[in-house]
């Protein structure tokens, strides 16, 4: 977890690999906002570090934002960057709202 926190306040490059309106592949569910994850990294299950991207309405394949916060499971070794537009911010209980889809499977914590 300590290394994630020198995401927050950085530009990072998101690529996106479940757009906006997209179907997970393994469980059926929307996603209601873009999700991605940052190229060249490697997170706490193995693979590369993950990120929501919120505060954009539209499906992308990339995007340059800036992490937020990170959003830190609890009962599971996947952290997630939250990601967004310059000059964009979203309280804690925003964040939770918006990622509910998907987070509300695992206990987790927002980290600033």
Known sequence: MELLKKYIGQKVHVTVDRKLGSKHPNWGF??????GY????ISGDGEELDA????VFDPLDFFDGICIAILH???ENDDKLIVVPEGKNY???Q???LTEFQERFFNHSIIR
Do not use: A, Q
Not at 38 to 41: A, E, G, K, V
């Open 30 to 35: 929307i996603y209601p906002t873009n999700y």
């Open 38 to 41: 940052i190229p060249n990294t």
């Open 52 to 55: 929501y991207i919120l505060g």
């Open 73 to 75: 499971r609890l009962d």
């Open 91 to 93: 309280t804690n209980e």
């Open 95 to 97: 964040i939770n709202c």
